[in-house]
């Protein structure tokens, strides 16, 4: 899952970074909302994770802006103002979850897996193409009825392809669903998951257009 994460605390941003990062998620963090709602106008994240008190936009005028650019985008506003008031203007104006700061972790982790769940069970839950079936709550792949050994960024990749069958990715394309932004990733990187996955599913299954990307052709 890519995360948005806007927070102007330098020193927040960075350790809660470095924790969703541990638990797998992608995550890209910016200061400011302006920012913000330029990256969400470039790309969609799978969820943003927005403070309100901004230092350029208050958040809750980004949240308008999101919901602009996207009605379903999955906002959880992550802020200091703690009171009903707050909590429900923020609510009403489209948030999706509010969590009060000071916070656990843990308790963020829970709410990311909820998110996590839904978009799971409306993207292809199970999704099966030719002998090769996967499953985005379990993180399992079947092939030919066995379940095959992957590491999180192979089924990662997979995922992204399997979504979009019959649609070309590109390497930037799929590397920005596994990276985040200023993460040093090798000029190789997509090729080698490319490889490995290759050797663990059907012969042809996924295919390279040469100079553009990779491409799992619906049958």
């Known amino acids: 899952m890519q995360i948005l994460f806007v927070e102007d605390d330098i020193a927040l941003a960075e350790a809660l970074t470095e924790s969703l990062q541990h638990e797998g998620f992608v995550v890209n963090h910016l200061a400011k909302g302006a920012l913000a709602i330029n990256a969400v106008k470039t790309e969609l994240p799978d969820i943003v994770i927005l ?8 958040g809750t005028d980004v949240l ?19 009171t009903i008031d707050d909590k429900v203007i923020g609510l009403d104006l489209g948030a999706d979850d509010y969590l009060a700061k000071p916070f656990e972790v843990d308790e963020l982790l829970a709410r990311l897996r909820v998110f996590e769940r839904r978009a799971s069970t409306s993207k292809h839950a ?16 079947n092939v030919n009825d066995s379940i095959i050994d992957m590491s999180r960024r192979e089924f990662m990749v997979l995922k992204a392809l399997m979504e979009n069958a019959g649609r070309v990715q590109t390497r930037d394309s799929l590397e920005s669903k596994l990276y985040s932004w200023g993460e040093e990733v090798s000029s190789n990187t997509i090729e080698v998951h490319i490889h490995h996955l290759r050797k663990k599913l059907p012969n042809g299954f996924i295919q390279t257009l040469r100079g553009i990307g990779y491409i799992i052709k619906l049958t």
Do not use: Y
């Not at 999955?74 to 802020?79: E, Y």
């Open 64 to 82: 308008k802006a999101i919901r602009k650019v996207s009605s379903d985008l999955p906002v959880l506003i992550l802020t200091a103002r703690a």
């Open 126 to 141: 199970g999704l099966t193409i030719g002998e090769v079936t996967i499953d985005s709550v379990s993180h399992q792949v």
């Open 51 to 58: 403070d309100l008190g901004l230092p350029d936009i208050d």
